[in-house]
C-alpha cells in the first residue's frame, strides 16, 4: 500500500483529509469541547504545536454546507449523538490574526482590516440575503467595497455573527486563532497600547455583549491577562498547557508518534525523535512537537542517513531568550548554565501576563519562556512553583547558540582586552592565554558537567575561542579544517607568516592536565601542524586547551 503523504505546513482539515495525507486523529478535542465549553474558550499552547489545524478541524465540524464525509472513519464519527445535533449546523466566524504585523500601527491595524474583509468576502452572500434588512447590511457592504469606518472594523465580528444569525436562524460560532500576535507585534515595534485598544474593542463587542453567539474559541502562545483585553468577560475558560483537560489533544503523544514512526518503517528512528523532540508536558501527558516529527519523517524517507535538526527553533528568531539572556544577572546565568545541564530550577510562575509587563522583571521572562515552550514542567506545580527544564535537545541547542552570541557581544565590546588576548597567541604568552580565558569563562555563561554530552561541552568551548580570536580581521583563521591527517579544532595563520594550532579537550572530572596532554598528543598524532607548514607558515605553535566547567588549562608545544 503507498504511504501517505506527510502534511508539512498543511494547516486546512479539509485538504489533508481531502488529499489523503497523513493525519493525527484529534477530533475528541470536539466531543470533550461540547461536553464542557464555556461561552468563550481560550487554548494556550507554544506555536506549531496542531492549534491552527484543530481550528480549521473545528470550523469544517460545525460549519452549515460542511463536507461530513471528511470525518468519516475518526474518533468523532463514533459520537452519535453529538454528530447528529452539531455536524453542519452552525454558520461559523473564522479567522487568524498570525498576519496581524507592522513596524507602525497604520500597518498593523491595515493588515487587520484585510484580515477582517477576507472573511466578509467569504461570507459575501449574505449581501444578498432576503431575511436580512438593507439596514443590517450597510457596514458589512463598506466593508466589501473597502471604505469602512474604523468603527465598522470595531463592530465587524459583533456584526457577522448577527447577519448570519439572521441569515441561518441559528447563533454563530466565531474561532479566533493566534489572537495575541497582533500584541505580541505590537511590543516589538512599539505601539502596545494603540493595538491593546484596538483588540480590546474588537473582543469587547464579539465576545462580551454579543447575544448572536453560541460560543467562541480563541488560541495563541501567551495567555493575556483578562484585564488587559477580555475585560468584564463572564463564563470565560482558559485552558494552558499546566491543565489535565484537553492535555493530548494538542501535539503528539508517544504512542501517536510511535504508530507515525511504525506506518513509515522508521521505527529505529524513535531514540533520536525522543531526544530532539520529545520532552514537553501538557497537563499530565508528555508530548511531542508535531512540527519537528512531520519534518523530521519527511527527511528520513528522502535520507534515511538524516540527522536531526532544529526545525521547530528555525521557525521563529528565539528573541524571547536572546531578551532573557540579555537580562540575567549572575544568579540567572548560573540558573542557566544548571538548565543546559539538564538540571531544573524552581521558579514562581504566572501563568496570565500583559506584554508590558515582560520587560519589568525577570521573573516575568521565566514564566513567558515556560508558557511558550523553551521551558516545561517536570513533576507537579506545588503552590504555584514550578520545576522547569529544558525539554529536549533542539531547545538546548537555541540557548547555547543565543549564549554564544550574548559571549560573542559583550566580550567584542571591551577591544583593548580581546586585542591582548589574541596579542597573546603568536607570542606563546601561556599565561596570559589562560588567565584571560579563566576571566572570560567567569564572566559568562558555561556549559556544566553533568548530563550534557562531552562533544556538545567541547563545541560550547570551541565556538567562544573560536569566536574570540575571530576579532582578528587579517588573521586566517579556520574550524575543523583539514591540516594533516584529520581535522584540527582550530588553526591560525597570520600576516607574519605564525602558524596556530588548538586542540581543545572536555575535562572529564576535572583532570585539566591529562586533558591537556591528550591534545598535544592528537595535534602530533594527526600532524596538525603540516597543512600550516605547507601554506608557508615559517613559525608553528601548538596549544592544547582543556576546559572543566569554569576551570580551564593552556599548555604549549
Not at 483578562?226 to 504512542?255: C, P, Q, R, Y
Not at 572570560?440 to 573560536?466: C, P
Not at 605547507?534 to 586547551?545: E, F, L, P, T, V
Request: aromatic fraction near 12%.
Amino acid at each position: 500500500m503507498q504511504k501517505k503523504k506527510l502534511p508539512v505546513g498543511i494547516e486546512d482539515f479539509g485538504e489533508i483529509r481531502r488529499e489523503s495525507f497523513y493525519y493525527i486523529d484529534k477530533t475528541v478535542l470536539i466531543r470533550d469541547l461540547l461536553n464542557n465549553w464555556g461561552k468563550v474558550n481560550l487554548f494556550t499552547r507554544p506555536r506549531r504545536f496542531g492549534k491552527t489545524l484543530n481550528m480549521s478541524m473545528l470550523k469544517y465540524f460545525f460549519e452549515i454546507g460542511t463536507d461530513k464525509t471528511l470525518f468519516n472513519g475518526l474518533a468523532i464519527s463514533r459520537e452519535t449523538a453529538l454528530r447528529e445535533e452539531y455536524l453542519g449546523k452552525f454558520p461559523v466566524i473564522f479567522i487568524s490574526l498570525k498576519s496581524v504585523d507592522g513596524l507602525n500601527f497604520e500597518e498593523a491595524y491595515g493588515a487587520l482590516r484585510r484580515i477582517i474583509r477576507a472573511e466578509v468576502l467569504r461570507l459575501k452572500f449574505l449581501a444578498k440575503s432576503e431575511r436580512i434588512t438593507e439596514d443590517d447590511k450597510r457596514s458589512f457592504e463598506r466593508i466589501l467595497k473597502e471604505n469602512e469606518t474604523k468603527d465598522d472594523i470595531l463592530e465587524s465580528l459583533k456584526m457577522l455573527s448577527y447577519l448570519l444569525c439572521q441569515h441561518y436562524s441559528q447563533k454563530t460560532i466565531l474561532l479566533i486563532d493566534e489572537y495575541d500576535v497582533p500584541l505580541d507585534k505590537a511590543f516589538q515595534h512599539g505601539y502596545y497600547e494603540e493595538m491593546v485598544s484596538l483588540i480590546r474593542g474588537l473582543f469587547g463587542q464579539a465576545l462580551k455583549t454579543n447575544d448572536f453567539l453560541q460560543f467562541a474559541v480563541l488560541t495563541g502562545c501567551l495567555r493575556v491577562s483578562k484585564e488587559s483585553i477580555f475585560t468584564g468577560l463572564n463564563n470565560f475558560d482558559v485552558n494552558s498547557i499546566v491543565d489535565m483537560e484537553h492535555d493530548e489533544h494538542f501535539g503528539f503523544t508517544e504512542a501517536e508518534v510511535t504508530q507515525l514512526l511504525k506506518d513509515y518503517r522508521l521505527e529505529n528512528h524513535l531514540a533520536e525523535t525522543k531526544e530532539w523532540y520529545d520532552g514537553y508536558r501538557f497537563g499530565n501527558v508528555n508530548i511531542y512537537c508535531p512540527w519537528d516529527v512531520i519534518k523530521y519523517t519527511k527527511k528520513l524517507l528522502a535520507d534515511p542517513q538524516a540527522e536531526p535538526e532544529a526545525f521547530w527553533i528555525n521557525t521563529s528568531g528565539n528573541d524571547l531568550v536572546k531578551r532573557f539572556i540579555d537580562k540575567a544577572d549572575k544568579t540567572t546565568q548560573n540558573e542557566i548554565e544548571r538548565l543546559i545541564a539538564g538540571e531544573a530550577i524552581e521558579k514562581a510562575i504566572r501563568l496570565d501576563l500583559t506584554y508590558d509587563e515582560l520587560d519589568s522583571s525577570i521573573a516575568n521572562l521565566w514564566s513567558v519562556l515556560f508558557t511558550t515552550g523553551y521551558l516545561t514542567q517536570t513533576g507537579r506545580a506545588v503552590n504555584g512553583i514550578y520545576k522547569l527544564i529544558i525539554p529536549n535537545r533542539e531547545v538546548r541547542e537555541v540557548f547555547v547558540l543565543q549564549i554564544q552570541e550574548w559571549f560573542k557581544e559583550t566580550t567584542l565590546a571591551d577591544s583593548t582586552r580581546i586585542h591582548r588576548f589574541c596579542a597573546a597567541f603568536p607570542a606563546g604568552n601561556v599565561s596570559m592565554i589562560q588567565d584571560m580565558l579563566h576571566d572570560y569563562l567567569w564572566d559568562s555563561i558555561s556549559v556544566r558537567d553533568t548530563a550534557v554530552q562531552t562533544n556538545r561541552k567541547e563545541n560550547f568551548y570551541h565556538g567562544m575561542v573560536l569566536g574570540l580570536l575571530r576579532s582578528q580581521g587579517n588573521w586566517l583563521i579556520q574550524s575543523n579544517a583539514e591540516t594533516g591527517e584529520g581535522y584540527s579544532d582550530i588553526s591560525v595563520s597570520t600576516p607574519e607568516r605564525t602558524g596556530i594550532v588548538i586542540e581543545l579537550k572536555y575535562a572529564n572530572h576535572g583532570n585539566l592536565e591529562a586533558a591537556c596532554a591528550e591534545a598535544l598528543r592528537q595535534i602530533e598524532e594527526k600532524k596538525y601542524a603540516v597543512g600550516l607548514q605547507r601554506q608557508g607558515m615559517k613559525k608553528i605553535i601548538r596549544y592544547g586547551m582543556a576546559f572543566w566547567e569554569k576551570e580551564c588549562m593552556v599548555v604549549m608545544a
